[in-house]
């Protein structure tokens, strides 16, 4: 059981938006702007495409943002393409000793 | 920027160790933050500990303390994560990443990733 909670799946057509949702605590996401996520394409590594809740690298598509609310943070993609389709991990920051961050379980994105 | 550059894949039976290598090229001169990061087949990532490349510190995840050991060399250009008494369960691909300083919470860029596979 991963420490930060997203939906397993979710779903568009191109050109559509869709949003990724993160849900985890006072201990990490409510307590903390230190939320990233990362998209992932089978077979590849993992690729950084916000930071520190809504800051985008240099090279992201500005069709990507970030925000959060409370203990939520979000991943909005917009203007969906067919090559959004991915993995998408959020992580944070924690207070916990046992790890550095956390990780949510991932959420597959399908374009349909 | 860095590009990291992982060791190729690996095959152990169940008790023995692993050393995977990742190989940091570009701007070196930062001390940079190498973490391990874990992805059994089908699951997703699991953060396993970093090491600083310069002055050689670590942290480990509470989970894989006395399990695992990270150290780089000498040049401070790679760094090594040793993995001991392996179990079927620690089949993954192994993932370096860079963090390019303290007070940061992210990883990028990430190495290609190495698959250990532990099978009797």
């Known amino acids: 059981q991963s420490a930060l909670t997203q939906p397993a799946s979710v779903s568009g057509s191109p050109g559509q938006s869709i949003t990724i949702s993160c849900t985890g605590t006072n201990s990490d996401v409510d307590g903390y702007n230190y939320v990233s996520w990362y998209q992932q394409h089978p077979g590849k590594a993992p690729k950084l495409m916000i930071y520190?809740?809504?800051n985008r690298p240099s090279g992201v598509s500005h069709r990507f943002s970030g925000s959060k609310s409370g203990n939520t943070a979000s991943l909005t993609i917009s203007g969906l393409q067919a090559e959004d389709e991915a993995d998408y991990y959020c992580?944070?920051?924690?207070?916990?000793?046992?790890?550095?961050?956390?990780f949510g379980g991932g959420t597959k994105l399908t374009v349909l | 920027q860095v590009q990291l550059v992982q060791s190729g894949a690996e095959v152990k039976k169940p008790g023995a160790s692993v050393r995977v290598s990742c190989k940091a090229s570009?701007?070196?001169?930062?001390?940079?933050?190498i973490h391990w990061v874990r992805q059994a087949p089908g699951q997703g990532l699991e953060w396993m500990g970093w090491i600083t490349l310069k002055s050689g510190g670590t942290y480990y995840a509470q989970k894989f303390q006395g399990r695992v050991t990270m150290t780089r060399d000498t040049s401070g250009s790679t760094a090594y994560m040793e993995l001991n008494r392996l179990r079927s369960d620690d089949t993954a691909v192994y993932y370096c990443?860079?963090?390019f300083g303290s007070g940061l919470y992210w990883f990028d860029p990430w190495g290609q990733g190495t698959l250990v596979t532990v099978s009797s």
């Open positions: 520190d809740v809504s």
């Open positions: 992580s944070s920051y924690t207070t916990s000793s046992a790890v550095f961050v956390v």
């Open positions: 570009g701007n070196t001169f930062t001390d940079y933050y």
């Open positions: 990443a860079s963090q």
